[in-house]
């Protein structure tokens, strides 16, 4: 078994003649919860298109569980287990929560893409549709209207329709952002639980959910990587507060 459960080695994306991510080598140890933070522009959203091909690499390699992905398909990606959450996941609005989830967990009735399925068809699912929206905190919200939920329940709700393919590597793309306190708060407790057992690697900006959340934080800059380390370490560093804050400390919600 591979001593990380994502690498990337000397990955790199050009758009002509400006380089989005330049010779990144990242190591996102497996059931860690892993950061990736910046200033806007360094290349976050760049790098997570990468690990899902929504961009092919200019150069370097993508790896993972030890076998090299770099070529790799977007839909052979997903099968192995790599899931982005709230960039692209997307809740039916006019679909009640618990179908939301139903419809997510088709697959494993191998109907994933048969929306004209009968509803009673999808009846024998309901029991680890409620359980899922139990773990996420939904449960009593099942038969509402997706679009009647507030901002933060339906981003719950999107952890939840991910959390439905069982992701063994689950890519968060801010997933606290736009939120009220309250609301990240709840994402927060969320996000600690569903770590268990799967490796997270997390693009966010609020400075409090990265140093409560993270065992290990890359600080991104003009898409090379500038710091890596705990909060701690990288908080203190002098680069760092120099390149993300413009010499400020770094701490709440800046970015």
Same mark, same amino acid.
């Given at each position: 078994?591979?001593?990380?459960?994502?690498?990337?080695?000397?990955?790199?994306?050009?758009?002509?003649?400006?380089? &989005?991510?330049? /010779?990144? /080598?990242?190591?996102?140890?497996?059931?860690?919860?892993?950061?990736?933070?910046?200033?806007?522009?360094?290349?976050?959203?760049?790098?997570?298109?990468?690990?899902?091909?929504?961009?092919?690499?200019?150069?370097?390699?993508?790896?993972?569980?030890?076998?090299?992905?770099?070529?790799?398909?977007?839909?052979?990606?997903?099968? =192995?287990?790599?899931?982005?959450?709230?960039?692209?996941?997307?809740?039916?609005?006019?679909?009640?929560?618990?179908?939301?989830? =139903?419809? &997510?967990?088709? #697959?494993?009735?191998?109907?994933?893409?048969?929306?004209?399925?009968?509803? =009673?068809?999808l009846a024998v699912l309901d029991?680890?549709?409620?359980?899922?929206?139990?773990?996420?905190?939904?449960?009593?919200?099942?038969?509402?209207?997706? &679009?009647?939920?507030? %901002?933060?329940?339906?981003?719950?709700?999107?952890?939840?329709?991910?959390? &439905?393919?069982?992701?063994?590597?689950?890519?968060?793309?801010?997933?606290?952002?736009?939120?009220?306190?309250?609301?990240?708060?709840?994402?927060?407790?969320?996000? #600690?639980?569903?770590?268990?057992?799967?490796?997270?690697?997390?693009?966010?900006?609020?400075?409090?959910?990265?140093?409560?959340?993270?065992?290990?934080?890359?600080?991104?800059? #003009?898409?090379?990587?500038?710091?890596?380390?705990? %909060?701690?370490?990288?908080?203190?560093?002098?680069?760092?507060?120099?390149? %993300?804050?413009?010499?400020?400390?770094?701490?709440?919600?800046?970015?």
């Amino acid at each position: 078994m591979a001593a990380h459960a994502l690498e990337t080695r000397g990955l790199t994306k050009a758009f002509g003649g400006f380089t &989005a991510v330049r /010779d990144v /080598d990242l190591a996102v140890r497996r059931h860690a919860i892993h950061a990736l933070i910046g200033p806007n522009g360094a290349g976050k959203t760049t790098f997570f298109n990468l690990l899902t091909k929504v961009h092919k690499p200019t150069g370097g390699r993508i790896l993972y569980e030890g076998a090299d992905i770099t070529a790799e398909s977007s839909a052979a990606i997903a099968r =192995r287990g790599i899931v982005r959450s709230f960039q692209i996941s997307a809740t039916f609005p006019h679909m009640s929560v618990r179908d939301n989830v =139903r419809v &997510a967990l088709q #697959r494993r009735l191998g109907t994933q893409y048969r929306f004209w399925q009968s509803s =009673r068809s999808l009846a024998v699912l309901d029991d680890e549709a409620m359980r899922l929206l139990a773990d996420v905190g939904l449960a009593e919200a099942a038969e509402a209207q997706a &679009a009647d939920l507030s %901002y933060g329940r339906k981003r719950t709700l999107e952890i939840a329709t991910t959390l &439905a393919l069982d992701p063994p590597l689950l890519l968060l793309d801010e997933p606290t952002q736009g939120m009220a306190i309250d609301d990240v708060d709840r994402i927060k407790r969320l996000i #600690r639980r569903i770590a268990e057992g799967r490796t997270i690697l997390m693009v966010e900006h609020n400075m409090s959910v990265v140093a409560d959340l993270c065992d290990t934080i890359t600080v991104l800059q #003009r898409g090379e990587i500038l710091a890596e380390g705990s %909060y701690a370490e990288v908080s203190r560093d002098p680069a760092v507060r120099a390149a %993300y804050l413009g010499g400020g400390h770094l701490g709440g919600t800046h970015g």
